[in-house]
């Protein structure tokens, strides 16, 4: 009945045409803005938020929309090389696009997931997190407004029950934001669904993240302290693009590290409501625990507290831990730690630390502060950033990955979201048409 609503209305959504749809979104982005206060409070009550972090995620959300013409321009028709005739390259909708959205972004991952949808031309399936359906649910619910009826269908579903539409008949092509493991456990989903005869379709996941942060010779040391202070530990480090591994170049260490401290030890910590709070409780249990326990295995290999170490009721403050070489198996550096607990390693050189960024399975992004020319390029990951905190924000700077954070690194939704078509006419046909090449 779901997939059934968004196709039948899948055709209305493509039939706008392109200029059509992107003032529809803008309309959207119109209505979301209105409705701003109101998300943020949602966002803080049921997610347990931080205040400035829910604002900064929707200020984010409003400026892609803004930026989305310019990202559009990508899969406007277009005349490419002939041997005769003519040849035109088309951008064609799916059809219906399920969104499987997370609930540490409830409002800036459904925005780009949406949004990028219907201006390709697709109708959606928008499923928010459990943990997220009120605030996720009130955002999908103003973007639809300025669109046809059920263009968009919010599928408030819990995963067991949810994941069927991954396969579902109808359903042509699928973005997902959660862990890697959600992610694999989706494509073996679907792969016992190819098998069993269901139609193919694109499955876009936006997985964990790993990210390094490389603290080398000539960085801005007190910059570079803030940024990473920020970007490891805002919103309690639930983020994927959170920076997870600091690698610190020896030779800057000891100025380093009592910035970091400072800038660690000047993050707020508290109630979510609060103005200033940047990490509050940790509120999904499960990942404290998996937090808890990384710690305590890092300290046992050898780990020496830099900052912070303790936890109260919910709250775990914030956490770094300077591990030796030898502790570089632990779960603290090799995996994804949604938590405010962090992981640093102190390298020899830049060359070294760009060994210790790239030792990873991981792909989603990295930020650089100092070093030789050059660094940033040899790091092996989608969104690179070069002294800049892991959270600068620009619609441009597209969040994706490689590896097991991803399968399409740092490309537009609204371009992952359509599909190619060539349409070739001979010269007769050109002249017949009139030379139109439009397509």
Not at 57 to 66: F, H, K
Request: charged share 20%.
């Amino acid at each position: 009945m779901l997939v059934g609503r968004a196709s039948a209305a899948a055709p209305a959504v493509a039939e706008l045409g392109l200029d059509e749809r992107l003032v529809r979104a803008a309309e959207s982005g119109r209505r979301l803005a209105s409705a701003g206060p109101d998300l943020v409070e949602a966002a803080v009550a049921e997610l347990g938020q931080p205040r400035r972090f829910a604002e900064r995620e929707l200020s984010s959300a409003l400026e892609w929309v803004g930026a989305l013409p310019e990202l559009a321009a990508a899969i406007r028709p277009r005349p490419v090389g002939a041997v005769s005739g003519e040849t035109v390259l088309q951008w064609m909708p799916y059809g219906v696009a399920l969104g499987w959205h997370a609930a540490n972004s409830p409002l800036w991952v459904p925005t780009v997931v949406v949004l990028s949808a219907l201006v390709a031309g697709n109708a959606v399936l928008s499923r928010p997190s459990q943990r997220a359906v009120r605030t996720t649910g009130r955002a999908v619910a103003l973007l639809a407004d300025a669109w046809p009826v059920d263009a968009v269908v919010t599928v408030e579903l819990a995963a067991d029950d949810a994941e069927p539409l991954l396969w579902a008949d109808g359903v042509g092509v699928v973005v997902a934001h959660g862990s890697t493991a959600t992610c694999r456990r989706h494509l073996a989903q679907l792969g016992r669904a190819y098998a069993a005869g269901a139609r193919l379709r694109p499955y876009i996941p936006e997985a964990s993240g790993n990210d390094a942060a490389l603290i080398l010779a000539g960085a801005d040391l007190q910059h570079a302290a803030t940024a990473v202070a920020l970007g490891g530990f805002a919103n309690g480090g639930q983020l994927c693009m959170a920076a997870k591994r600091i690698i610190v170049e020896r030779s800057v260490w000891s100025e380093f590290a009592p910035r970091l401290v400072d800038a660690v030890g000047a993050l707020v910590v508290g109630d979510p409501s609060g103005p200033r709070t940047d990490v509050a409780p940790v509120v999904n249990e499960r990942a404290r625990s998996a937090a808890l326990e990384a710690l305590s295995e890092a300290l046992v290999r050898g780990g020496r507290l830099v900052a912070g170490g303790w936890a109260h009721d919910d709250v775990i403050h914030p956490t770094i831990v300077q591990l030796p070489r030898g502790a570089l198996d632990v779960a603290l550096w090799r995996e994804e730690v949604f938590a405010p607990v962090r992981g640093l390693v102190l390298a020899a050189d830049a060359d070294d630390a760009v060994r210790l960024a790239n030792d990873t399975s991981f792909g989603l992004g990295a930020a650089v502060f100092g070093g030789p020319a050059g660094v940033a390029e040899r790091l092996r990951a989608a969104r690179v950033l070069e002294n800049e905190g892991p959270l600068y924000t620009d619609p441009q700077l597209v969040v994706g990955g490689i590896g097991d954070s991803g399968f399409s690194g740092a490309k537009p939704k609204v371009e992952q979201l359509v599909w190619a078509r060539r349409v070739h006419r001979s010269a007769s046909a050109t002249r017949a048409r009139g030379g139109a090449a439009s397509g």
